[in-house]
């Protein structure tokens, strides 16, 4: 039976049953993800017909991945606070159903770019939702631990993901080991989502019930300004995209910092597979980052906590251009296993954090709205990132020169979030406060 918005609780603790079905939730969507990243863009060229020198064809199955992940979760969001949270997560893992099958029988390269279209429309669905639910459940207080514990275990799929299927394409094949593993972790999502995740949609809407009947007290956030009472969607997107400055500059760098993502994704198994890796080795350096970048995540988001979300962010952005960098410096499976360790690390502290500030200053009554158009900008740096990527490797020839083009557009990307951004954690910078407020403008 459906317990009333005043019986209903947040906090990690009081939800902790349904807390934990969301990490599964977001460890399958993970491991979804990561059996298209390794094998998939290895052995583009022997398994698929890919032509070597190809890289804008190369990026092209990232590129739509991207462009449908960015849509989808513009409109997952919106979706999710008409038709509730759960609808939408048993809609994006029904659609993932025919991916495995289609790479399994794939004639050819488009084969493959129509499944990574499906597998947007995926993650785009079911990934939100797990972020929308955990923070419809917990405190405010909780947000940096929350999404450090969501990003942990979704982005640990992907390390895991991509190096079992390396495992199993090595013993049954590419196409059987990718056919096998996805069907085993869709169809066992599916199952699970349906019979033992609920929806979180009441919790939200009780938050919004105690914060319209609740006095002003010293930790409120603060909330954009001149935005209405219930904002529609495209509203919304007028203050995530350009209308206050904060979010605007949270909203770049999510886009800049999926250049990243998108180059190990792409160039990272292409360039070494090239210099003589074995699929085994190449699983092993691309989880490094993936394992590190999730597994740091399980302190970073709650360091965030405590410290705030700022200097985590800034730190992050920094710290991925220097190792992105440092990948076609030197060569050896060590120092590209530090490099990628260094990246993952930088990842760690900005991917939770980026996303929590958001959670931060945006309303409950919309906030499932603004996190989906957050990850509307963070995930169309997919498309944009490897449409840079392929047209800087077509134009110089060089896989090299990719890696390059991300660590300079990282320095640029986070110097603008050091301009224009600010703490966004209530309690470090909140909108009422015992001393006199510092004057600031939040709109561009």
Known sequence: MMESSSQLQHGIRPNLTQFLHQLLQVLLVGLTLGMMRTVVPALAESE????????????????????????????????????????????????????????????????????????????????????????????????????????????????????????????????????????????????????????????????????????????????????????????????????????FALSQAGLVEKFVDALVWVFYPVYLYQRGLSLAQVAWVTGVYGLVWGACQLFTGHLSDHIGRRWPNLAGMFLCAIGVGMMVVWEGVNWWAASAALTGFGMALLYPNLSAAVADISPPRWRGTAIGIYRFWRDLGYGIGALGLGLTAHFTGQVEEAFIFVALAMFASGALLWWLGEETHPHLNPAISTSPPTPHSQET
């Not at 390269?109 to 597998?119: K, N, P, Q």
């Open 48 to 247: 698929f017909g890919v032509p070597k020198t190809s890289f804008v064809l190369l990026t092209a199955f990232v590129v739509a991945f991207g462009v449908v992940k960015a849509g989808m979760n513009f409109l997952a969001g919106e979706m999710s606070e008409r038709i509730g949270r759960k609808n939408v997560l048993l809609l994006g893992w029904a659609v993932a159903l025919p991916i495995p099958v289609m790479v399994w029988h794939a004639p050819n390269w488009g084969w493959v770019v129509a499944a990574t279209v499906l597998l947007g429309v995926n993650q785009g669905m079911a990934w939100s939702m797990t972020q929308a639910a955990k923070l419809d459940m917990t405190l405010p207080a909780e947000r940096g631990l929350t999404m450090g514990l969501n990003e942990f275990a979704g982005y640990a799929g992907v390390a895991l993901g991509g190096i079992v299927t390396a495992l199993l394409a090595t013993l049954l094949g590419a196409r059987e080991g990718l056919l096998v593993f996805g069907l085993l972790v869709i169809v066992g999502a599916l199952a699970v989502s349906t019979v033992w995740v609920r929806d979180t949609l009441p919790w939200a809407r009780a938050e919004v019930s105690r914060d319209t009947g609740a006095p002003a007290v010293a930790a409120t956030p603060r909330y954009p300004r001149n935005v209405s009472d219930a904002p529609g969607a495209w509203e919304v997107f007028a203050v995530m995209s350009w209308r206050d400055r904060r979010m």
